[in-house]
């Protein structure tokens, strides 16, 4: 293994202790999901400000730091690992995306997200455009009133920025991760960037920060269920010691590193900018998501009574995993999107 290699694993571990140590100090996953906005902006002000987390993908001449999507799936497994609502994820994937952009608009975008902390939602279903003016309803938008700027991609493959966007937040399975429909009425949006590569990447991009979140949550999600069984005691023995239970929980453990080593392998595909990335991504995010889900499925379960109630945080990683099923496409949407790249 080589010196720099090395420095960057150690950076990375740095990096890792930090933001979990910090979210462990100051996040209140609970209150977050009863605020307003589903997340709690004192935190988000905190994370922008202090930590400069916006800032990870955004290049140096724009203020940034220059870092790569490895990087950022650090922290979005820490993130990820406790369920912390908040925009950080479409965030850092506008960055990257924007990067790529090389345009006045999007180095100035870029510049907000780094200097002020500026959050961005995502959506991927195209809108129709008539001279920078965009009309259309998008579904499902992650975060999407609450953040400052909306990425929206357009029928003719064209990528811009609409500032406050507008409509009307939906009840969502997922108490950790708002969602919003988005209208718009020939809303003026700002031209970032164009082409088939620039829409894909940030499709791309998308699937496989929730890949590495799912895995993430999925690794907590299993290591709560564990630490339960060694200290819940059934007939006088922990339930942990009954064969059936060491079965159960050791095939959710290789799901678990599966669902990990894959979300990695995309991960390092985006970073290293491949050109397997739009396989490797939707697979990646199906594998994880569905990891996550049986995970979280079995823990509910493994908890016994107190499992199925609402102060427990085990409906919150199961609601995390089915709303991350579906989010950006159905399991068997990328599936069939694979296939058709493959010319099946």
């Known amino acids: 293994m080589s010196n720099v290699t090395t420095m960057r694993d150690t950076e990375q571990r740095e990096m890792r202790r930090t933001v979990a140590g910090f979210l462990d100090k100051h996040s209140d996953v ?20 202090e930590l400069g987390l916006t800032a990870l993908l955004v290049p140096e001449r724009c203020g940034g730091m220059g870092l790569d ?109 708002t969602l919003a429909t988005v209208v718009l009425d020939r809303t003026p949006g700002t031209l970032l960037g164009a082409g088939q590569p620039v829409v894909d990447l940030l499709t791309d991009l998308v699937l496989t920060a929730l890949a590495a979140e799912s895995a993430a949550a999925a690794t907590t999600c299993l290591d709560l269920t564990v630490e339960y069984l060694k200290i819940r005691t059934q007939f006088g023995k922990p339930l942990g010691t009954f064969q059936a239970l060491k079965h159960r929980c050791a095939d959710l453990a290789v799901a678990v590193a599966g669902a990990t080593s894959t979300a990695w392998y995309a991960v390092r595909a985006a970073a290293a900018g491949s050109a397997e990335l739009n396989v490797v991504a939707p697979l990646a995010k199906a594998v994880c998501a569905d990891a996550l889900m049986a995970v979280a499925a079995e823990s509910v379960q493994l908890h016994g009574g107190i499992g199925f109630t609402f102060e427990h945080d085990a409906h ?29």
């Open 30 to 49: 609970r209150a977050a999901i009863h605020s307003e906005s589903g997340f709690d902006p004192a935190l988000w002000r905190r994370v922008t400000g």
């Open 316 to 344: 919150l990683y199961l609601k995390r995993g089915k709303a991350n099923q579906l989010l950006f496409g159905s399991g068997a949407e990328l599936r069939a999107r694979v296939a058709a790249l493959a010319g099946l």
């Open 69 to 177: 999507f490895t990087d950022a799936s650090v922290v979005l497994e820490e993130f990820g690992r406790r369920l912390v609502p908040g925009p950080l994820l479409t965030t850092l994937v506008a960055a990257a995306v924007l990067e790529t952009c090389r345009t006045p608009e999007a180095d100035r975008l870029l510049t907000r997200i780094a200097a002020d902390g500026t959050s961005v939602s995502i959506a991927t279903h195209p809108v129709a455009a008539d001279r920078d003016h965009l009309t259309g309803v998008l579904d499902h938008v992650i975060h999407g009133v609450d953040t400052d700027v909306l990425l929206v991609v357009t029928e003719d493959r064209r990528l811009y920025a609409v500032d406050a966007p507008t409509g009307h937040r939906r009840t969502a399975l997922d108490h950790t991760r």
